[in-house]
């Protein structure tokens, strides 16, 4: 009746990757980026043009928004999938897996591209 | 459609629900919004995302994305993600204890210990994170 998927076990060490990652550092991220600076609790300069730019030419700094920016969207694909299951949708045409996962890579694809080839 | 030539379905059960049923109990509420952190989550990564794509269109455009950070707008998401996000992180800790069991020979360590420490270790990284930007290099 049902195909096995060998796939899932990649989507779901995605979603729990992307659930660690999402616990671990995005509230700090909230609270500097959308709060802290806007608000004018810190210096606004700590997230300045030049500095930012400065940062972003170091590997590291790549490679730490890659972890913070890509196994999140896999998360929350992961979970709007089966929320829309059980909010009672069916599958139509295009299959949801396809829809949620599909905008998980196309989002890896897009970080990717601006990590390696815009900075 | 020729229905004759599609194989006969296997007859399912198939509990009818009205897609409102989250509502009913407050643990069902609880689990939904739970789902509901990872949608604010990945609006979040994708904001952030899109601010460091600006930088590479100049001091002025970045500039003037981050003052309209500065409006009421995404002031409130920013309140509302930031709440999510630490709901996320309270229940993805809470979570964690169950799934991975820590036991040290035959003492096995209560789970509020396990959520403890990690939630302990949330914090560090989170001064980590915060005492990286907020210095000066």
């Given at each position: 009746?049902?195909?096995?998927?060998r796939?899932?076990?990649?989507w779901?060490g995605?979603?729990?990757a992307?659930?660690?990652?999402?616990?671990?550092?995005?509230?700090?991220?909230?609270?500097i980026?959308?709060l802290?600076?806007?608000?004018?609790?810190?210096?606004?300069?700590?997230?300045?043009?030049e500095?930012?730019r400065?940062?972003?030419?170091?590997?590291?700094?790549?490679?730490?928004?890659?972890?913070?920016?890509?196994?999140?969207?896999?998360h929350?694909?992961?979970r709007?999938?089966?929320?829309?299951?059980?909010?009672?949708?069916?599958?139509?045409?295009?299959?949801?897996d396809?829809?949620c996962?599909?905008?998980a890579?196309?989002?890896?694809?897009?970080?990717?591209?601006?990590?390696?080839?815009?900075? | 459609?020729?229905?004759?030539s599609?194989?006969p379905e296997?007859?399912?059960?198939?509990?009818v629900?009205?897609?409102?049923?989250?509502?009913?109990?407050?643990?069902y509420?609880?689990?939904?919004?739970?789902?509901l952190?990872?949608?604010?989550?990945?609006?979040?990564?994708?904001l952030?995302a899109?601010?460091?794509?600006?930088?590479?269109k100049g001091?002025?455009?970045?500039?003037?994305?981050?003052e309209?950070?500065r409006?009421?707008v995404?002031?409130?998401?920013?309140?509302?993600?930031?709440?999510f996000a630490?709901?996320?992180?309270?229940?993805?800790?809470?979570?964690?204890?169950?799934?991975?069991?820590?036991?040290?020979?035959?003492?096995?360590?209560?789970?509020?210990?396990?959520?403890?420490?990690?939630l302990?270790g949330?914090?560090?990284?989170s001064i980590g994170?915060?005492?990286?930007?907020?210095?000066?290099?």
């Amino acid at each position: 009746m049902y195909k096995k998927d060998r796939t899932e076990p990649f989507w779901w060490g995605m979603f729990s990757a992307g659930g660690m990652v999402a616990a671990l550092l995005v509230p700090v991220h909230i609270l500097i980026d959308g709060l802290a600076v806007p608000l004018g609790l810190v210096d606004s300069e700590i997230l300045g043009y030049e500095r930012m730019r400065e940062l972003l030419t170091h590997p590291l700094f790549k490679l730490y928004l890659f972890v913070l920016l890509v196994p999140p969207l896999y998360h929350a694909a992961h979970r709007v999938r089966f929320s829309l299951y059980e909010l009672g949708m069916r599958e139509f045409r295009i299959s949801m897996d396809v829809l949620c996962y599909g905008a998980a890579v196309a989002g890896t694809i897009g970080v990717a591209y601006l990590l390696l080839k815009v900075f | 459609m020729n229905h004759r030539s599609v194989a006969p379905e296997r007859k399912l059960y198939r509990p009818v629900m009205k897609w409102t049923w989250w509502l009913k109990k407050k643990s069902y509420l609880f689990f939904m919004v739970r789902e509901l952190t990872s949608v604010f989550v990945a609006a979040f990564i994708l904001l952030y995302a899109y601010e460091l794509f600006l930088l590479s269109k100049g001091p002025q455009v970045y500039d003037l994305f981050q003052e309209s950070l500065r409006s009421p707008v995404f002031l409130l998401f920013y309140v509302v993600a930031f709440l999510f996000a630490l709901f996320h992180t309270f229940t993805w800790f809470g979570v964690l204890s169950k799934v991975q069991v820590v036991r040290l020979g035959k003492w096995t360590a209560p789970p509020a210990l396990v959520t403890g420490s990690v939630l302990a270790g949330w914090v560090v990284v989170s001064i980590g994170v915060g005492w990286f930007f907020l210095t000066r290099h």
